[in-house]
């Protein structure tokens, strides 16, 4: 009677189970018919690409535009620090070539015989030169300030140093202007000093 051995597999052999087989090739087969994958935000990330690029071509010629503009502002700062002094030597020279009529007026008075002058005659020469001199620094822009009695205190021009009643004149206003004022444009150069009504 012959003994039945139990069979043994060969070593070496390893045999795969037949279900696991099927889902590999089943999951072979759904990769090869699935469709093609789609990335739908690709036209969005090339509008954004196109859309930094356009910023940064501003960008650079914004920076380019701002150097060229400091540039200029510094060639013109420079050139205007050059004109600076022969600009204020120029108008220095067109107020005192207005001015030196009056030096020459003045010459002339003091050239005079003291014997054979009067007391009127000296003021009456004194104000002609002052009325020469106003009119000189009235072509060369200046005004004088010299508010007349029952004008308005205006305390951008005058100065109020003290008070003063006069009959007529309302509480506020100007009652004498005691030391006029200058004003070169809207420059007031010296305010005009005034007593006014209280």
Known sequence: MTDKQPHQRPHGHHHEHPASEADARAHRRAES??????????????ELRAAIQSLE????????????????????????MEQEPRLRM???????????????????ALAQ?????????????????????????ERSGVELIQPKAGD???PHQAEAIMQQPVAG??????????????????TV??????????
């Open 152 to 154: 308005a205190f205006d």
């Open 57 to 80: 071509v501003e960008v650079a010629r914004a920076k380019e535009d701002t150097l060229r503009a400091i540039a200029d502002f510094q060639n013109l700062q420079r050139r205007t």
């Open 90 to 108: 120029n108008a220095a020279g067109g107020v005192v070539r207005q001015v030196i009529p009056v030096l020459d007026n003045f010459d002339l």
């Open 113 to 137: 015989d003291p014997s054979r002058m009067t007391v009127e005659g000296a003021i009456e020469g004194l104000r002609m030169v002052r009325t020469e001199l106003i009119r000189a620094l």
């Open 189 to 198: 150069l010296r305010a005009a000093k005034v007593a006014v009504a209280p």
């Open 33 to 46: 018919e699935a469709e093609p994958f789609v990335d739908e935000c690709a036209p969005e990330r090339e």
């Open 169 to 186: 004149i309302a509480s506020g206003h100007v009652s004498m202007t005691l030391q006029p004022g200058y004003r070169l444009g809207e």
